[in-house]
């Protein structure tokens, strides 16, 4: 099992940046698919990102191709989601999650993730 902890949400103005963090403890995140996800208030949760276990292969929502860039750091056991260019429709609850699935076919898809952390907000100001 993988634990995951999200940090570095925060209240940002539009145009503006965040990183976030995702730290895992139990077993490595080398094992694991890694994704995020953001749930907006009275919305369904929503796939955001996701990243192969070794980092070579990068996947993204069209909402957000080429304002966010996830990377991961498997040495510290960390995933990281570089979000630029916010926007007030990034309002969210951002998830971390890892799999243990490789199918290309489901990397979108909520119950294919096997663990999931607490989120952390994230609010664009217009």
């Known amino acids: 099992q993988v634990q995951v902890v999200e940090s570095g949400g925060g209240l940002v103005q539009a145009g503006g940046s965040l990183r976030l963090s995702c730290a895992a403890s139990?077993?490595?995140?080398?094992?694991?698919?890694m994704g995020w996800f953001r749930q907006a208030p009275g919305k369904e949760r929503e796939f955001v990102s996701t990243i192969s276990k070794s980092g070579s292969s990068a996947y993204y929502a069209d909402s957000v191709n080429g304002r966010f860039t996830i990377s991961r750091d498997n040495a510290k056991n960390t995933v990281y989601l570089q979000m630029n260019s916010l926007k007030p429709e990034d309002t969210a609850v951002y998830y971390c999650?890892?799999?243990?699935?490789?199918?290309?076919?489901?990397?979108?898809?909520?119950?294919?993730?096997?663990?999931w952390g607490q989120g952390t907000q994230v609010t664009v100001s217009s």
């Open positions: 139990g077993r490595a995140i080398s094992n694991y698919v």
């Open positions: 999650a890892a799999r243990s699935s490789i199918t290309i076919a489901t990397m979108r898809d909520v119950p294919s993730y096997d663990y």
